[in-house]
């Protein structure tokens, strides 16, 4: 089975303060993805990378930074945390373009006071 | 338009009942579609997905798929209160072929 890990399930961070979301895959997976899932607005993209060291913008990158180092590790930077990003945050891999499937972690619940 | 839209519900079917999940698009070269089940607190889990239109068949589930009027359902048949869960759909357009574009999810309760 695929198995994508977030670090950490529950995170309290403050305003300013850089935060820091790892994801690891141990499915070999080319591509993986950062989503913010809200009440009423259902999933959205913010980062993605199909490749190491290589990222592209999703549907709202404003405020978020991302680093692919290594194929099975995808971290999320919040450069200075600010109260709208109080949010669930769910990782995804894929082993291909588009077509295939993704594969979430279980999610880290972010509040920022 | 968003660009795949569900009707956020709740949706609520008695048990044993056939419980239908719609999900429209905007037509941007549509290529496929998954279904995801997602229970409260937990993460997506992929239920179905279609890539031609007709209709695909897995146990207690059934997704469709229409391109010509642009919209994607999911049955579940026998509904179980254990289907309690928000379904999420998801689709893949050419123009944009390397991520998944979600709507904001449906959630249904089925009642014993």
């Known amino acids: 089975d695929v198995k994508v890990t977030q670090s950490s399930r529950y995170l309290v961070k403050r305003t300013g303060e850089k935060v820091f979301l790892e994801c690891v895959q141990d499915?070999?997976?080319?591509?993986m993805f950062w989503y913010r899932q809200d009440p009423g607005l259902g999933l959205r993209l913010i980062y993605f990378?199909?490749?190491?060291?290589?990222?592209e913008k999703g549907d709202i990158p404003e405020g978020y930074s991302v680093s692919r180092e290594k194929k099975e590790r995808f971290s999320l930077i919040l450069e200075s945390a600010s109260t709208n990003q109080t949010s669930m945050y769910l990782c995804?891999?894929?082993?291909?373009?588009?077509?295939?499937?993704?594969?979430f972690g279980n999610g880290t619940r972010l509040t920022v006071t | 338009q968003k660009e795949v839209e569900q009707n956020s519900g709740p949706l609520s079917v008695p048990e044993g009942a056939i419980a239908s999940l719609n999900c429209t698009y905007s037509d941007r070269g549509s290529q496929s579609f998954f279904w995801y089940r997602q229970y409260s607190g937990k993460s997506p889990e992929l239920i179905m997905f279609i890539y031609s239109n007709g209709d695909k068949e897995d146990g207690r589930f059934t997704a469709q798929l229409n391109k010509a009027s642009q919209y994607v359902s999911l049955l579940i048949r026998d509904s179980q209160p254990s289907d309690s869960a928000t379904y999420l759909c998801a689709g893949v357009f050419r123009v944009d072929a390397q991520k998944l574009v979600f709507g904001q999810g449906t959630r249904l309760t089925i009642n014993p």
């Open positions: 995804a891999s894929s082993p291909g373009l588009g077509n295939s499937p993704l594969h």
């Open positions: 499915m070999d997976h080319e591509n």
């Open positions: 990378s199909y490749d190491v060291k290589m990222k």
